[in-house]
């Protein structure tokens, strides 16, 4: 972002690329994906880089308004300098904090997910998604949470998916009905309470239900739980988590 | 004299039933009005919109199609069925008999469908007490369902036979009435069973039917106040004032942002504070007993049915963690009702009783098992939100006490020196970008 202003330039979208896309082994895989993506359609865009820092949603969904709003206040001044106007990222909690709490500290943006932004550069034209060789494969979709009920957005992932030709099976509780990953509300950071199952083995045992070859996710945060999952069942070798932008990047062989 | 004496005891009864009601109605509003100040904002339209749809329509009951229709059933019955008491109340004070019999041919109608509509409620109550009692349906059987709030389910279902059943009994031995010959839709096949007796016991029967029915329905209303049927009143206030924000907006706490932005300042003199600020600065960050919590959640707590839909759909609960959405909102109510009959017995003030919400009712193993995934929130048929009760203990939790799990103590302060909840570096940030 520093290198446009230096160049006196704006770029189209500002890519919020958030805590697990720049650190997580798995999810700067994500982050990869999407920025050929970015690039295939020819746009300009920026990230903040070292100045970027955690949205705070897991201080505030673990009760900790200060730090949030600490957090917040930073993130939205460095944003503000910059004159950002537009915002995209590949994660569902950075999406829902940027997008719904962030203006009324001060920080109003357009916000997207990376589903819906590649669904509108499909629209424009900017980007054509080939089938490859996910055509005909079964694939289901998990709703994350703060996708979807948090967001109400449902479509446009499965739009993408169609677009790849895939067989599209829905799990018994999806869209509205979707079973939570376990990773929200800081759970991600913290063994679970006591109980008699783990949250993300349920979940996975829900998608490996639908036979799928593939499971589709939306979220750093899911897709570390669910490839847990699909560990924990010893399915590796059948069953596949991936991110949306991954599988439209590898269709194209990016 | 003699003549007035059932329309003076009618009045009696009336009235002393609604002023009953009225007091415990008033101590419903003081008990409401002890939360936090909220003020209600976006759109109006929206709230009617989902008044209209949500309470009256009953849009998100339905989405569980079989309890969802037999509730619109009785739902219908028992609005259709007020109609006839007015009339009761009406024939009670002035001595009148059927007073809007008049209307003639829609007078007919309209009392047929009533019958039509008690044999309906009938059967509707028949399956409900059935899906409680034997199929023992999942949601009805967690441990908060015991005792008194599974007997309360079950007392409701009892009241509803025995009124449905006096308003067709009363019907059926109304002489005058059945000559009518319109209306007496179902009540026509009931008539012979009291083809026996003398003119003066079916008059007898119909009497003590009709003032059963009435003194039924006055008890009915009182009992309201003590159960989880409030709802009946209470749904349409809550889901006005349910929230039209996205679900995942959380609100962010003014009082945490005015001291934000004095610590971010430095230019800010944290000495000027401006003279009308010095009130908005709670003196305790989140909640721990209900007066911390605002007034919509505890509207939201007398609201709730105790269906167990956002318990039944939770995740935790599911895997079989302590924690169930239904048991905040019903641990939320009681100890409000507690702290109500504190204030009640103290002269009007509160005295400490050494009790609150957290730790008394609600325990941290269950606050801290959320996921704040919203499926509760979403689930609920009448727009209740658990997790914001859930939201506002952890933030006492961590706020005033420091008391998160050890591992959150760690993510946060990773956050704090190194903006990630991971201890990385801040200047590796760009590291993706780098070779494969
Ligand atoms: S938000 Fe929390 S309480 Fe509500 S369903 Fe999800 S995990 Fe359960
Ligand atoms: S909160 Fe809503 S869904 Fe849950 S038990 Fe109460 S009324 Fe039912």
Known sequence: MADFQAQGKQPEVLFWVGCAGSFDDRAKKITKAFVKLLNRANLEFAVLGTEESCTGDPAKRSGNEFLFQMQAMTNIETMNSYGVKKVVTACPHCFNTIKNEYPSLGGSYDVMHHTQFLKSLLEDGRLKVESGQFKGKRITFHDPCYLGRANNVYEAPRLLLEKLEAELVEMKRSRKNGLCCGAGGAQMFKEAEKGNKEINIERTEEAIGTKANIIAAGCPFCNTMLTDGVKHKEQEAKVHVMDIAEMIAQAADL | ?436
């Not at chain 2, 829609?106 to 899906?131: D, K, N, P, Q, T």
């Not at chain 2, 048929?381 to 009760?389: A, D, G, R």
């Open chain 2, 1 to 436: 004299m003699m003549n007035f004496l059932p329309n003076a005891i009618f009045l009696a009864v009336l009235v002393s039933g609604v002023l009953f009601f009225a007091k415990n109605v008033g101590k419903l509003k003081r008990n409401i009005a002890l939360g936090r100040d909220l003020e209600i904002t976006g759109s109006k339209k929206e709230r009617w919109n989902n008044l209209l749809m949500i309470a009256l329509g009953q849009s998100k009951m339905v989405r569980r199609p079989v309890s969802g229709i037999l509730h619109v059933v009785v739902y219908l019955g028992f609005i259709i069925i007020n109609i006839e008491v007015l009339e009761i109340v009406i024939d009670g004070i002035f001595g009148s008999h059927r007073i809007f019999s008049f209307l003639g041919g829609l007078y007919g109608f309209l009392i047929g469908s009533f019958e039509i509509f008690a044999v309906l409620v009938l059967l509707a109550v028949i399956v409900f007490w059935w899906r409680r009692n034997v199929r023992r349906i999942a949601r009805f059987l967690n441990p908060e369902m015991k005792g008194w709030p599974k007997q309360d389910a079950n007392y409701i279902l009892y009241f509803e036979v025995v009124l449905m059943t006096l308003f067709l009994v009363m019907n059926a031995t109304d002489s005058s009435f059945q000559a009518m010959e319109s209306g007496n839709t179902v009540s026509q096949f009931i008539a012979p069973w009291f083809a026996g007796f003398s003119e003066s016991t079916i008059h007898l029967v119909e009497r003590s039917a009709w003032w059963l029915h009435i003194v039924g329905i006055l008890v009915f209303l009182n009992y309201l106040y003590y159960s989880k049927h409030l709802h009946i009143l209470l749904a349409f206030p809550n889901v006005y004032f349910g929230s039209v924000t996205p679900k995942g907006q959380l609100d962010n706490m003014e009082a945490v942002t005015n001291e934000v932005k004095l610590m971010l300042d430095p230019t800010a003199n944290p000495y000027a504070v401006p003279s009308g600020d010095t009130q908005s600065a709670p003196d305790k960050f989140g909640a721990s007993d209900v007066q911390d919590l605002n007034w919509l959640q505890l509207l939201n707590a007398y609201s709730c049915t105790e269906c167990g839909r956002c318990t039944s759909e939770c995740p935790a609960n599911q895997t079989g963690k302590l924690l169930s959405p239904r048991k905040i909102m019903m641990d939320t109510r009681d100890r409000l009702q507690e702290v109500g009959a504190n204030i009640d017995a103290n002269n009007g003030t509160f005295q400490d009783d050494g009790k609150q919400l957290l730790g008394d009712y609600i325990s941290k193993e269950e606050l801290w098992a959320c996921t704040s995934c919203n499926a509760c929130v979403e689930a609920c048929p009448i727009s209740i939100n658990p997790l914001s009760i859930i939201m506002d203990m952890r933030r006492y939790l961590v706020m005033e006490q420091s008391a998160a799990p050890v591992e959150l103590k760690n993510m946060m302060s990773n956050i704090e020196n190194n903006g990630a909840p991971w201890p990385y570096n801040q200047m590796d940030r760009m590291n993706w970008a780098n070779n494969d």
